[in-house]
Antibody, heavy 122, light 114 residues
Framework: EVQLVESGGVVVQPGGSLRLSCAAS????????MHWVRQAPGKGLEWVSL????????YYADSVKGRFTISRDNSKNSLYLQMNSLRAEDTALYYC???????????????WGKGTTVTVSS | DIVMTQSPDSLAVSLGERATINCKSS????????????LAWYQQKPGQPPKLLIY???TRESGVPDRFSGSGSGTDFTLTISSLQAEDVAVYYC??????????FGQGTKLEIK
């Protein structure tokens, strides 16, 4: 069964840092690009970041550029999101999602985890 | 940046009736070199992550019931549920993936049973 399980979400103070993780199973992880997508409470979906299958290319939404860093460890089938200089507006449920393209990213997300909640509050 | 606008924001449809959700992009998402529309639809049921329904504007993802169909081209797109079932209650999102390396979603349309 294809599965993505996010972890690492906590309550953090404004200006703080956090690293999210996503454990992948059930598919050949290093064949696919991966995304982070977030959803603020009661709001819609916002794409955050993408990393290519080999980690060689990374892309970010303007809202997080310079503050967030996406990375992956293909030997551990794991995806990460390092979040620095956190703001109240970063409060959201963060989803890890698999891209459906192989090997080049298609930018369509065909498998999603259940998400991990980040709350930025003093 | 391409802005995706869905209409309506919410709708209520009777069981067995047709449900239609619209999505409009601020610029065309049709790539002329391959004649493909870079538009996907997702379904998000309460308390669940999104689920991919349709990509390339009209290609149904494997396992998605055939009562779900996508249509449209250029800037105007439609998701149609031909005969609404109780399990279709959800929020539906369109997504453009034309303007990579980034993508954007519509604000969502909440579908309920009348």
């Amino acid at each position: 069964e294809v599965q993505l399980v996010e972890s690492g979400g906590v309550v953090v103070q404004p200006g703080g840092s956090l690293r999210l993780s996503c454990a992948a199973s059930g598919f050949t992880f290093d064949d696919y690009a991966m995304h982070w997508v977030r959803q603020a409470p009661g709001k819609g979906l916002e794409w955050v970041s993408l990393i290519s299958w080999d980690g060689g290319s990374t892309y970010y939404a303007d809202s997080v550029k310079g503050r967030f860093t996406i990375s992956r460890d293909n030997s551990k089938n794991s995806l990460y999101l390092q979040m620095n200089s956190l703001r109240a507006e970063d409060t959201a449920l963060y989803y890890c999602a698999k891209d459906m393209g192989v090997p080049a990213a298609s930018w369509v997300m065909d498998v999603w985890g259940k998400g991990t909640t980040v709350t930025v509050s003093s | 940046d391409i802005v995706m606008t869905q209409s309506p924001d919410s709708l209520a449809v009777s069981l067995g009736e047709r449900a239609t959700i619209n999505c409009k992009s601020s610029q065309s998402v049709l790539y002329s070199s391959n004649n493909k529309n870079y538009l996907a639809w997702y379904q998000q049921k309460p308390g669940q992550p999104p689920k991919l329904l349709i990509y390339w504007a009209s290609t149904r993802e494997s396992g998605v019931p055939d009562r779900f169909s996508g249509s449209g081209s250029g800037t105007d797109f439609t998701l149609t549920i031909s005969s609404l079932q109780a399990e279709d209650v959800a929020v539906y999102y369109c997504q453009q993936y034309y303007s990579t390396p980034m993508c954007s979603f519509g604000q969502g349309t909440k579908l309920e049973i009348k």
